[in-house]
């Protein structure tokens, strides 16, 4: 928080995920996109017809046949398709969304299966939170072709964590490639060229900060990482903020 820009007019996030700070800042105006689908249609599904999401989460519980079943089907109504999603990431193994090179949900169910899977009213809040964004299913450079002086963009991409080379990128069918972060860097330039604040975390990995410009402040991070099998392998990994505005001037 203490790195964001003094102020913004419109909030942009073009690889949403789970969207932490859009919902802790609570933008008044925003833009949420993401890659995955099934990610943005729950998203839409959750604010355009919160009463019936809601219901229809809430009378779900903790099974591991049931999630097996729901790993395996294919729903096609939208609604269907938002429950199968936050089922399948409520309870799958640290909550990990992964997909295979066919777009298929290949996660194993965790070793927890708790006896509340969600709060009705954090659902709830979240749908009033959802209606000042316009909800995209996109690549993020089509996502930032049209974004104006006055916004602040958020990036947080799939980056390596720990292992040089151990790119996480089965976020969705597309993977996320190398390649994608040189082209995301060419983006950040021009955008910064155009006036738009951007806020971007990456892994501390020297060959992926190389695609990114050198005039943008670097701050470094410590966070823990939380996907291993074992807690005792959780290591503390580094990460860098990148900015193209000094977040020391917060006047």
């Not at 219901?55 to 269907?80: C, F, H, I, Q, V």
């Given at each position: 928080m203490k790195l964001l820009p003094s102020h913004w007019d419109y909030y942009v996030e073009p690889m949403a995920g789970s969207a932490a700070l859009f919902f802790l800042l609570a933008p008044p105006k925003a833009i949420l996109a993401d890659i995955n689908s099934e990610?943005?249609?729950?998203?839409?599904?959750?604010?355009?017809?919160?009463?019936?999401?809601?219901?229809?989460?809430?009378?779900?519980?903790?099974?591991?046949?049931?999630?097996?079943?729901?790993?395996?089907?294919?729903?096609?109504?939208?609604?269907?398709r938002a429950v199968r999603f936050a089922y399948l990431n409520r309870l799958c193994w640290n909550g990990l969304h992964r997909v295979n090179r066919n777009g298929f949900f290949n996660v194993p169910i965790g070793d927890r299966l708790p006896k509340r899977l969600w709060s009705a009213e954090g659902l709830s809040q979240a749908a009033r939170l959802l209606q000042n964004a316009r909800l995209l299913n996109d690549d993020f450079e089509r996502t930032l072709r049209g974004i104006k002086r006055g916004s602040f963009v958020f990036i947080d991409p799939p980056y390596p964590r720990g292992a040089r080379k151990g790119w996480f990128n089965r976020y969705s069918k597309d993977f996320f490639l190398f390649e994608d972060h040189q082209r995301l860097g060419r983006l950040t330039e021009t955008l910064d060229e155009r006036g738009i604040s951007l806020m971007m975390i990456v892994g501390a990995n020297p060959e992926l900060l190389r695609c990114y410009s050198s005039s943008f402040v670097r701050t470094r991070l410590r966070s823990k990482s939380l996907i291993s099998s074992k807690p005792s392998s959780r290591f503390s990994v580094e990460e860098v903020v990148l900015t193209n505005y000094d977040p020391r001037d917060r006047s």
């Open positions: 990610l943005m249609n729950f998203y839409g599904a959750l604010r355009n017809d919160t009463d019936r999401l809601v219901t229809r989460l809430s009378s779900l519980r903790a099974s591991k046949a049931l999630y097996d079943s729901m790993r395996n089907g294919k729903p096609t109504s939208g609604l269907e």
